[in-house]
């Protein structure tokens, strides 16, 4: 599922706008908010395959470990 289409994750990205921008800033012009939000899809992705898990944006648990 492409991450436009997955409601929770809409979610967590507007719940969560601020903690991603503080990421993109700190790239220093490298990445843009864009590129942030689809990186923390991808991460999702791996993180979830490596634990045997599901993934869970609306989780603070798992918004944690994708922001860190």
Known sequence: MAHSQDPAFERFVTQRKKDLQRIARHTRGEH????VINEAWLVACDLAARRDATIEFL???FQELLLI
């Open 32 to 35: 843009q908010l864009p590129d």
């Open 59 to 61: 989780n603070p648990t």
